[in-house]
């Protein structure tokens, strides 16, 4: 990796020729093609990309940096140290493996990332939590397993929020829904009596805007069980929309309208708070009128 700052204003590919002076003209181009590239710290691969005094420009040099820069991977790293990787997983991708898919999930490509920056090849992920295939939002991974024993240990005192778009809106502005959830044959949570296979879940939700047909929800659980949020959306009436399997009508946005939005937790190493937030994918914004969409 090379470091460089700027003297003069100048456009990027100029600036990249005048530097990196020893360097083919042609491997220079393919620098800025695969997003080896960086201004103050994010990629470009404008060849006019205006640079003004002051700027830190940094080129990946080596081939094993490239191949990590060009590699696209399906979700964003909000952010990364030597302890943990926070990343904003898209609706559709498994958080880890089932029986049926092995391979397309973010801990077989997260894992592949770390392997390519750990100049040994041997980095590794540790899975912290997961949320389900079709929500979206943020997802904190360990990169090594004494940060993953910490955060675990730790998690009664992470504080998660969602915010879901909503079939209707709920007689009650906000609420608790505490009730025990059971699993059926076929996979399918339900609300029932209190029994040796169920278990006690605890959801607090808050109506942040009323459409027409929707709502805008923020969603805080006390538990994590399995299809909580759905299962007790439903129960009050107001299920998830896009979510067939506990009761919605509608599938407005082609996806189920669920978003892992904020997580709070001490860093592991440094005992230190970080907060992350991701905002509402647009898909979901834009089922309710008045929301800013840029």
Not at 129 to 142: C, E, N, P, W
Not at 257 to 275: D, E, R
Request: glycine share 8%; with cysteine; aromatic share 8%.
């Amino acid at each position: 990796m090379e470091k460089f700052i700027v003297e003069e204003e100048t456009g990027l590919l100029d600036f990249l020729f005048k530097v990196l002076k020893g360097y083919n003209k042609n491997k220079v181009r393919n620098y800025l093609k695969f997003g080896a590239v960086s201004v103050n710290g994010t990629v470009s691969r404008r060849h006019d990309h205006c640079l003004r005094c002051g700027s830190e420009v940094t080129v990946q040099t080596n081939k094993k940096e490239i191949l990590v820069a060009s590699r696209k991977y399906p979700f964003k790293i909000v952010f990364e140290d030597d302890d943990i990787i926070v990343i904003d997983k898209p609706a559709g991708l498994l958080t880890i493996a089932t029986e049926k898919e092995k391979d397309d999930t973010a801990y077989r490509a997260l894992t592949e990332y770390a392997s390519l920056r750990d100049p040994s090849g041997r980095g590794r992920v540790f899975i912290v939590h997961r949320i389900d295939r079709d929500t979206s939002g943020l997802v904190i991974f360990a990169k090594r397993g004494e940060a993953k024993e910490k955060l675990q240990e730790g998690w009664g005192s992470v504080e998660k929020r969602y915010m879901a778009v909503l079939e209707g809106s709920p007689q009650k502005e906000s609420g608790i829904i505490k009730t025990s959830l059971a699993e059926n044959k076929f996979r399918t949570v339900y609300s029932g009596p209190r029994s040796e296979s169920s278990k006690i879940a605890v959801t607090r939700y808050r109506i942040l805007k009323i459409a027409e047909r929707y709502s805008l929800a923020e969603i805080i659980i006390d538990t994590g069980r399995k299809h909580q949020i759905r299962v007790h959306m439903a129960n009050i009436g107001c299920p998830i929309a896009g979510d067939s399997r506990y009761g919605a009508k509608t599938d407005p946005a082609g996806r189920l309208a669920l978003h892992a939005s904020y997580i709070s937790f001490k860093h592991p190493a440094t005992g230190k708070t970080l907060i992350f937030e991701s905002r509402l994918p647009e898909p979901l914004r834009r089922l309710i009128p008045g929301l800013k969409t840029a």
